[in-house]
T-cell receptor
Framework: DAKTTQPPSMDCAEGRAANLPCNHS???????VYWYRQIHSQGPQYIIH???NNETNEMASLIITEDRKSSTLILPHATLRDTAVYYC??????????FGTGTRLKVLA | DTEVTQTPKHLVMGMTNKKSLKCEQH?????MYWYKQKAKKPPELMFV???????INESVPSRFSPECPNSSLLNLHLHALQPEDSALYLC??????????????FGPGTRLTVL
């Protein structure tokens, strides 16, 4: 079964970079990696996505390994408001996101 | 308008009640989704509508009945639910996936409690 694997929790000091890893070894060649985050009891929020190349936007950077079996989401300067559960996902077939169990990131003051 | 709205925000119902959850988007998206999320778990896909037609039903019990009256609106009708159905129900929308996937926009969810 297609799935993603993420560490269950991480801490990061405020102002430092948060690096969140994800393993997606079963991803197919044309499936994008997506990252979402969910702040307590709200709906998931889109962060970034990529296929092969590294990507950057105003929220984060995404580094995808050359074999595409893993990726890392980087929040360059974490703030307290970045405390959330971060999900690495990808499509498995049409319309079906595969959500892993996510990483609970706590940013510490 | 880049928002998905859901009503109500909270719902408490008895096991014999009939209620409905509503989801709306005005982004012109043609795919809409219902997810169920239990505490400290990831969202689980329930239903997908594409161009107002049901595309995916993830073996959801018939006490949950989805409806897509038009391209902007998605309903989830609830009847004879069980206490274990208590969860956060999330709606999302996206353009139809182009090859390897597409960005989904999620609503804030409806917190459902079944007594």
């Amino acid at each position: 079964d297609a799935k993603t694997t993420q560490p269950p929790s991480m801490d990061c000091a405020e102002g430092r970079a948060a690096n969140l890893p994800c393993n997606h070894s079963t991803i197919s060649g044309n499936e994008y990696v997506y990252w979402y985050r969910q702040i307590h009891s709200q709906g998931p929020q889109y962060i970034i996505h990529g296929l092969k190349n590294n990507e950057t936007n105003e929220m984060a950077s995404l580094i995808i390994t050359e074999d595409r079996k893993s990726s890392t989401l980087i929040l360059p300067h974490a703030t307290l408001r970045d405390t959330a559960v971060y999900y690495c996902t990808f499509f498995s077939g049409t319309y079906k996101y595969i959500f892993g169990t996510g990483t609970r990131l706590k940013v510490l003051a | 308008d880049t928002e998905v709205t859901q009503t109500p925000k909270h719902l408490v119902m008895g096991m014999t009640n009939k209620k409905s959850l509503k989801c709306e988007q005005h982004m012109g998206h043609r795919a809409m989704y219902w997810y169920k999320q239990k505490a400290k778990k990831p969202p689980e896909l329930m239903f997908v509508y594409s161009y107002e037609k049901l595309s995916i039903n993830e073996s959801v019990p018939s006490r949950f009945s989805p409806e897509c009256p038009n391209s902007s609106l998605l309903n989830l009708h609830l009847h004879a639910l069980q206490p274990e159905d208590s969860a956060l129900y999330l709606c999302a929308s996206s353009p139809p996936p182009s090859g390897g996937g597409d960005t989904q926009y999620f609503g804030p969810g409806t917190r459902l409690t079944v007594l």
